[in-house]
């Protein structure tokens, strides 16, 4: 099991920028894909930014392709959401968490996600 904390929410104004973090011990951290997700105020879960494990693969939903931006310090055990451009859509709790597999093909990371070891989330407030 990967322990998970993310940190970095806040309260930002529209089109403004926050970049969380996600800092993991335990298991290994290196040999696994990491995830982002959100969950709005009664909306379902949302995943929106994976990484592969060896940071060479990035992948992004639609909602926030070319605003956000995943990267992952290996040396660190971390791994970052860089947020530009929030809008107030954006307001969620995020999480990060980890592919349940190692090593997993980041084609069936993005296709057919199976992740595990949740954070406890951080707040991310965009007003308008």
């Known amino acids: 099991q990967v322990q998970l904390v993310e940190s970095g929410g806040g309260l930002v104004q529209a089109g403004g920028s926050l970049r969380l973090s996600c800092a993991a011990s335990?298991?290994?951290?290196?040999?696994?894909?990491m995830g982002w997700f959100r969950r709005a105020p009664g909306k379902e879960r949302e995943f929106i930014a994976a990484i592969s494990w060896t940071g060479g693969n990035t992948w992004y939903a639609d909602s926030v392709r070319g605003r956000f931006a995943v990267s992952r310090d290996n040396a660190k055990a971390t791994v970052y959401l860089q947020m530009d451009s929030l809008k107030p859509e954006d307001t969620a709790v995020y999480y990060c968490a980890r592919e349940r597999g190692s090593r997993t093909p980041f084609v069936v990371v993005t296709t057919n996600p199976d992740f595990t070891d949740w954070g406890q989330g951080t707040q991310v407030t965009v007003s308008s």
């Open positions: 335990g298991r290994t951290f290196t040999n696994y894909a």
